[in-house]
């Protein structure tokens, strides 16, 4: 092979140089590619989110979402509280690095959000999530009754009832009242017996005697108050007597004639007469006579008889019944055979008291007989 003669040489050392060129100016334009990405500030390329169950108490979770730009990338948060549809939002305390957030009293019924910074050696975005769905009360769940309260025992006066508050569902722990309530025979028209206590007992007393008694039983927790009331008791009874040995009913005073029985009897113990002394001109006599029993008690609703001896100086009247005082009163009116003798001085009274119901001359009765002073000179 021939050499190149001089011409030839100097064209082929332009080509090599032009290509050396370009080689140069596409390294420089690598060189800039390269340091114009190395120094990339953050660019945000999917949003923020907050994960976790939005209840007070419950925590959330956030995630920075996803960043183009130069690494590393470093991350801040800021949380907001916001309204229900995600607007009006304020912050909760400042930034942080912190990447969960518990939820707190403050936050129900509002929405939160996160609001995210990412950082790098050539600058910093912020994004911000969309906004949780609206913050529920923690175990929300007020009393709701399952089974009704109750009230046991004796239904006397005297003796005590016993409240139970049934059972009921919801947030613990519930706390009891009870409101005892006196009602009418059929547990209506109901009346407040007292203010509300915590007391699980109730004595029942002599206003509640004829009435029935219900209990309100008011449960509360922290998320709510209700009230239920239990079904009425047994009409309330007298208080009973203790057993009778003598026919006499305990206690001192005057005694309702019910309430004797044999061996008890009854006594006329006093006698009054008006006018004191009977004349001729006497057209009406007035007795009364006093009944009692069990060493003088006074006894109410005994019935008296009383006819004057000889039969048909004075009429019969009718029966008459004792007083609270023990005294009954019975008025006589002249008869045709008044007097019975010119010499007579004195009226003899026959007298019989018994109580209802029983034989004329049985049961617990008594008889006697008394005189009242004649006078016939007037």
Not at 125 to 134: E, F, G, I, R, Y
Request: charge should be positive.
């Amino acid at each position: 092979m021939t050499k190149a003669s001089g011409p030839h040489r100097v064209a082929r050392s332009a080509a090599l140089a032009a290509v050396l060129a370009g080689l140069v100016a596409l390294l420089a334009v690598l060189a800039a590619t390269g340091s114009a990405a190395s120094t990339a500030a953050p660019v945000n390329t999917s949003p923020p989110t907050l994960a976790g169950t939005p209840q007070e108490g419950q925590t959330l979770t956030a995630s920075p979402g996803a960043y183009s730009g130069t690494t590393p990338i470093t991350y801040v948060y800021q949380y907001r509280r916001c309204d229900k549809t995600g607007g009006s939002c304020s912050n909760i305390g400042g930034t942080t690095t912190q990447t969960i957030y518990k939820l707190t009293s403050a936050d129900v019924g509002n929405t939160v959000r996160v609001q995210v910074t990412a950082s790098n050696s050539s600058g910093s975005t912020t994004a911000t999530s969309v906004p949780s769905a609206v913050i529920q009360k923690a175990n929300s769940a007020p009393p709701k009754n399952t089974t009704a309260p109750t009230l046991s025992g004796t239904p006397q006066e005297g003796q005590t009832l016993t409240a139970n508050p049934g059972s009921y569902s919801g947030s613990t722990p519930i706390t009891y009242q009870f409101q005892y309530r006196r009602c009418d025979k059929n547990g209506g028209s109901c009346s407040n017996s007292g203010g509300t206590t915590t007391q699980t007992t109730y004595k029942l007393t002599s206003a509640d005697v004829g009435n029935t008694v219900r209990v309100n039983v008011i449960a509360t927790n922290k998320d709510g108050t209700i009230t239920t009331a239990s079904a009425p008791t047994a009409v309330i009874a007298v208080i009973a007597a203790p057993p009778v040995t003598n026919g006499c009913p305990s206690g001192s005073g005057g005694i309702d004639i019910s309430k004797l029985s044999l061996p008890a009897r009854l006594a006329i113990d006093g006698q009054q007469a008006s006018p004191s002394v009977i004349r001729r001109s006497t057209s009406d006599l007035t007795l009364r006579f006093h009944v009692s029993a069990c060493g003088g008690r006074p006894v109410q609703g005994a019935l008296v008889y009383a006819t004057a001896v000889p039969f048909e100086q004075f009429n019969v009247p009718p029966e008459g019944s004792s007083g609270s005082d023990g005294w009954a009163t019975l008025t006589l009116h002249k008869a045709s055979r008044f007097p019975a003798s010119s010499r007579e001085q004195l009226l003899a009274v026959f007298v019989r008291v018994r109580k209802s119901g029983e034989s004329l001359i049985g049961g617990i009765s008594t008889r006697l007989l008394v005189s009242f002073p004649v006078s016939l000179r007037g």
